[in-house]
């Protein structure tokens, strides 16, 4: 949304996030910190698998051919083929996308190189923030700092937005289930709001179940009692909400 903005609105407090896209689908590696639930799948980042043939190549010096397709064939005994090639061809899809949206406001062709290598690659990862000096000095974003008045706006809708999202209360499923040993939920993840088009929200939805589990520990030790929490969500998506009369 940044790339195809002409102006972008930031506060000092505000950060833009590199473009690291994570894939999840149903053959991606299951997640191993919930074994109670088949269906938890590990999600897969662009530009972790970029970076585990730069670390062999680059900082293992790792450069036979040979080598190189055994530590392939390695990592897709971890990552179903399918998912890694659907990671590259994303990888070739968001590229194409930033270089549409940033030729809508440069015309210099090696500048919105230079802006895609950044965001996708340079920074290192999704988690290094970007601030509104590096992004209108280093990217040349056309940042606008608020005024006092305009920030006070700003703050009010974020507190809107905070409020309605509950950032400030921790998920925490023992006490939504309290004495029940079963409670549904919705949560709302994230939003994106027009004035003329409504709000479109990703919601979580399921239900959480507590189960008691008996573990036999053996010579003759009496087996132990463990509670787990069983997440069956039952819908994770977008849905779009008209804007209220």
Known sequence: MCLGAKQVIMTKQATIGPID???NSPLNP???TFPQNPQARVPVSVESIKGYFEY????????????????????SQQIHPVVIGNVFRSRSQ????ANNLLSNHFEDKKKIKEIISFLCSDSGSH???????EARNSLGLNIETPSMEFYGTIKKIYDDIAKELELNQLFNPNILLGNNPAANYSVRRVLI???HDG???FISEGTLTKNNVQINQGMGIPPITRTTIEDNRKFEGWKHEDLAV
Do not use: H, W
């Open 21 to 23: 896209p994570t894939l």
């Open 30 to 32: 299951q997640n191993p």
């Open 56 to 75: 062999a190549k680059k900082e293992l010096d790792i450069k036979s051919e040979n080598d190189l397709a055994n530590i392939f064939m390695g990592l």
């Open 94 to 97: 968001i590229q194409m996308l």
């Open 127 to 133: 988690d290094y923030p970007i601030y509104r000096r």
């Open 193 to 195: 709001e027009s004035v």
């Open 199 to 201: 709000t479109d929200v």
